[in-house]
């Protein structure tokens, strides 16, 4: 009797991604590193309830995929509770809390553990010796000033996320049969087309080539209709 095997699920994992105040003009680029190291950023949608002529409320939907806010002390405290009690609390909340900073929802298979190492160290100082290609080896000071943060663990995942963005829905990623169908309904055909023409023509850079093709052969792509145009007496 031969036993059919279930097929592998695709699981997009979250993590919370802070950008610190002492770094946030840095944030183009870091997004940048973030996108080419295979995260998406998750696009939120914020429901704002809005009041109108006094007989009730309308609610607006506003699309973004980061959050800029500066956090009081008291704030900093409370997102950080865990670490409540050791000798450098007192100057992270004031780190924390010195400036703007800007927080995103990153999402990949793994993500948690992979923007941990995508970081390094939480010690600038000896991620510069051991880890000088992560983030906080590049963009870090010091023990204290580490430039950017990550959830720990799935529980602080959900909780740290919860806390930065606490009204705002997040877009659900789809995931498994719901992926695996709306990929062979969206993008396998005309991607399929591409791959064909790309191995006939063979070109130097198939990436750029296979861009081009694409762009040029969406099927999304609007087209301008032509009406004959009628002279008026």
């Known amino acids: 009797m031969e036993v059919s095997m279930p097929l592998p699920q695709i ?7 802070l950008i610190k105040p002492d770094i946030v003009d840095k944030e183009e680029e870091i ?6 190291s295979g995260f998406t950023i998750i696009q939120l949608v914020n429901r704002v309830k809005e009041a109108k002529h006094h007989r009730g409320h309308r609610e607006l939907n506003l699309d973004f ?19 409540y009690g050791k000798m450098f609390f007192p100057n992270l909340t004031a780190y924390m809390s010195s400036g703007p900073l800007v927080a995103m929802i990153l999402a990949r298979h793994n993500a948690i553990s992979y923007w941990k190492e995508l970081l390094g160290p939480a010690n600038s100082l000896l991620a510069k010796e051991t880890h000088p290609d992560s983030l906080r080896a590049i963009y870090g000071t010091d023990e204290l000033r580490n430039a950017l943060h990550g959830s720990n663990d799935f529980a602080a995942s959900e909780r740290e996320i919860r806390f930065m963005f606490p009204e705002v829905i997040i877009e659900p990623i789809p995931i498994g049969q719901a992926a695996k169908d709306y990929l062979n309904l969206y993008v396998a055909p005309t991607l399929l087309q591409g791959l064909t023409e790309l191995c006939k023509q063979k070109p130097a850079d198939p990436y750029i080539w296979l861009a081009d093709w694409l762009v040029k052969n969406n099927p999304n792509k609007p087209k301008l209709s032509h009406f004959p145009l009628t002279e008026e007496p």
Do not use: G
């Not at 699981?11 to 991604?17: F, G, H, S």
């Not at 956090?71 to 950080?80: Q, T």
């Open 31 to 36: 997004r940048d590193i973030i996108l080419r």
């Open 11 to 17: 699981y997009v994992e979250k993590t919370l991604a």
């Open 65 to 83: 995929t980061r959050r800029k806010l500066h956090l009081s002390p008291e704030h900093c405290s409370n997102f950080y509770v865990e670490q």
